[in-house]
Nanobody, 116 residues
Framework: VQLQASGGGSVQSGGSLRLSCVAR???????????LGWYRQAPGKQRELVAS???????SYVDSAKGRFSISRDNAKRTIYLQMSNLNPEDTAVYYC????????WGQGTLVTVSS
């Protein structure tokens, strides 16, 4: 499976971005059976799980993302999304997607830069 994340960019504080990540080569049954997540890694910091989704009604967020980020998935497209709003400089990082527990090979991620 090849993970391809996109949608990153440079925004000012308070701005919004929508990230997408497609799991190319994933068969539908495999994609459906997995909880998926968005991770991020800021410079000099460890990668952290920001949001995860098993189904539309089964999502979770790190405290700093609650109320600002929204994760969703389109199983037919093998794609997950992360709608981010009210961004702040602490959100600056490379964002990756992957499945939880037994990750696929990590893709290159997409860079989000938030300036004050």
């Amino acid at each position: 499976v090849q993970l391809q994340a996109s949608g990153g960019g440079s925004v000012q504080s308070g701005g919004s971005l929508r990230l997408s990540c497609v799991a190319r080569g994933s068969i539908l049954s495999d994609f459906l059976s997995n909880a998926l997540g968005w991770y991020r890694q800021a410079p000099g910091k460890q990668r952290e799980l920001v949001a995860s989704i098993r189904s539309r009604d089964n999502v979770s967020y790190v405290d700093s993302a609650k109320g600002r980020f929204s994760i969703s998935r389109d199983n037919a497209k093998r794609t997950i999304y992360l709608q981010m709003s009210n961004l702040n400089p602490e959100d600056t990082a490379v964002y990756y997607c992957n499945r939880l527990g037994n990750p696929w090979y990590w893709g290159q991620g997409t860079l989000v830069t938030v300036s004050s």
